[in-house]
């Protein structure tokens, strides 16, 4: 199948979705590669922008609205790693919205961390 545009999916996912099929509600709605503290996208589809609140809680806007906040979800993963400490980067959605979510980065500890790249996501409809 060779496509010079867009497809567009109409059908929702049954109950139990077959395994390698597309549907409209089974696929990533927007995703970004972020840097430092997300103040840099490096590359996305689907955000219009991500601006960070403070130590490691951040606000993504979407490109286009969802029919509703619990419409999609959203996750992430990112790190840090250098000669003295690494970590592992967690991100809890504290609000959603048609437009957009508020997430906390934080580490194993639960604390609020700044991450140099992360990655975000989210599928829904």
């Known amino acids: ?19 390698g ?41 979407w490109g286009r609205s969802f029919a509703s906040g619990s419409s999609y979800v959203v996750g992430g993963t990112g790190g840090y790693h250098d000669q003295l400490s690494s970590y592992f980067v967690t991100f809890d ?4 919205t048609t437009a957009g979510a508020v997430f906390l980065s934080h580490d194993q500890s639960g604390i609020g961390r ?4 992360c990655t975000i996501w989210a599928a829904g409809i």
């Open 21 to 61: 099929e597309l549907y409209r509600d089974n696929m990533l709605a927007a995703w970004a590669l972020v840097g430092s503290a997300a103040s840099i996208i490096y590359a996305n589809m689907g955000i219009a922008s991500i601006a960070r609140v403070s130590a490691g809680i951040y606000t993504i806007t």
């Open 114 to 117: 700044e991450t140099p790249g």
């Open 1 to 19: 199948l060779e496509v010079s545009s867009a497809i567009r999916l109409g059908a929702v996912a049954p109950a139990t979705p077959i395994l």
């Open 93 to 96: 959605v504290r609000s959603k």
